[in-house]
């Protein structure tokens, strides 16, 4: 078992940047494939981007891509996402998971989850 911490969250502005830190404890988080998901108000939790269990492999929402950039250190058990260009769609509660071994893409793919940080970008 494996849990999850993430920070780094707030209020910023729009074209803003953020890196949001997901800290895990317990089982050795390269165990795991890892991702990013987010949950808007009212909205159903939706993929942001993912990185397999040894960082080859990235995978990213079409709406994020080429602005967030995802990483791991295994080392240190952390995973990150680095977000810039920030847009005022990007606000919702961003959530850590630790899933299948290619990174989990989809909720049902994801066996861990921390307890979320709020993204509020203003426009």
């Known amino acids: 078992q494996v849990q999850l911490v993430e920070s780094g969250g707030g209020l910023v502005q729009a074209g803003d940047s953020l890196r949001l830190s997901c800290a895990a404890s317990?089982?050795?988080?390269?165990?795991?494939?890892m991702g990013w998901f987010r949950q808007a108000p009212g909205k159903e939790r939706e993929f942001v981007a993912a990185?397999?269990?040894?960082?080859?492999?990235?995978y990213y929402a079409d709406s994020v891509k080429g602005r967030f950039t995802i990483s791991r250190d295994n080392g240190k058990n952390m995973v990150y996402l680095q977000m810039s260009g920030l847009k005022a769609e990007d606000t919702a509660v961003y959530y850590c998971?630790?899933?299948?071994?290619?990174?989990?893409?989809?909720?049902?793919?994801?066996?861990?989850w921390g307890q979320g940080t709020q993204v509020t970008v203003s426009s």
């Open positions: 317990g089982r050795t988080l390269s165990s795991y494939g």
């Open positions: 990185i397999s269990r040894f960082g080859g492999s990235t």
């Open positions: 998971a630790a899933g299948i071994a290619t990174g989990p893409t989809r909720p049902r793919e994801s066996h861990y």
